[in-house]
């Protein structure tokens, strides 16, 4: 079946702008991740949703980072006010649901250029 | 604040080499270790281990897991240029169900 697509592939924008990322995980995947990748490094978590419970935001870097997601599928990571140091590749990946075992399903990432 | 460390941080080999990746972790709650590869942007996923000293093996790529000293190692025998990519470590576990805490990769270079 399909795997998790994230959309823009690639996206560059001026600092200051607001940018707004899109992940669709697998279907009938109810876990859903957002993580960062900078250059060189490896992966850091950012914010984590199961089904209808709160999701955890403790990677969130700081306030100008919000994500939310509608209807239990499709999410949106929104970063406010870019700046350069948000420059990475943004990826998302999905898992079957809290009984699953823990391996995670990663989309193909957005890389952002803040300029 | 749970880590992992991954060494080393990058490695060059000849083909037809057998290569030894090292992963050490500290954790509250473990649940299981994974290993994943990443050629462009996506990690894949290769193996999770939970259970300590059964190895897991596909094809020319197998893995180990140590929960008394907190570690794993993957392994790639036979070594081909297409294995030139980055292994990534990461533990579940923590206090977020699912999380996973990623080392920093190692950089696997093979060539001809």
């Known amino acids: 079946g399909a795997g998790v697509s994230q959309s823009p592939s690639n996206k560059v924008t001026e600092k200051g702008k607001d940018v707004e990322l899109r992940c669709d995980p697998i279907?009938?995947?109810?876990?859903l991740y957002w993580y960062r990748q900078s250059l060189g490094q490896g992966l850091e978590f950012l914010i984590y949703?199961?089904?209808?419970?709160?999701?955890?935001k403790s990677g969130l870097p700081s306030d100008r980072f919000s994500a939310e997601r509608t209807g239990g599928s499709v999410s949106t990571l929104t970063i406010q006010r870019t700046q350069q140091e948000d420059s990475a590749v943004y990826l998302c990946?999905?898992?079957?649901?809290?009984?699953?075992?823990?391996?995670?399903?990663f989309g193909p990432g957005t890389r952002l250029t803040v300029t | 604040e749970d880590k992992v460390v991954q060494s080393p941080l990058s490695l060059v080999v000849h083909e037809g080499d057998t290569v030894t990746l090292n992963c050490s972790y500290e954790v509250t709650n473990f649940r299981s270790l994974l290993w994943y590869k990443q050629e462009k942007k996506a990690p894949t996923f290769l193996f999770m281990l939970t259970s300590c000293g059964i190895e897991k093996k596909s094809g020319r790529l197998s893995s180990i897991l140590d929960k008394k000293e907190l570690f794993s190692i993957l392994n790639i025998t036979a070594t081909q240029t297409g294995d030139s990519v980055i292994y990534l470590c990461?533990?579940?576990?923590?206090?977020?169900?699912?999380?996973?805490?990623f080392g920093q990769g190692t950089i696997l270079t093979v060539h001809p």
């Open positions: 990946a999905s898992r079957p649901s809290r009984g699953a075992g823990d391996e995670q399903y």
């Open positions: 990461a533990n579940a576990g923590g206090t977020s169900y699912g999380k996973l805490t």
């Open positions: 949703f199961q089904g209808n419970s709160a999701p955890d």
């Open positions: 279907s009938g995947h109810t876990a």
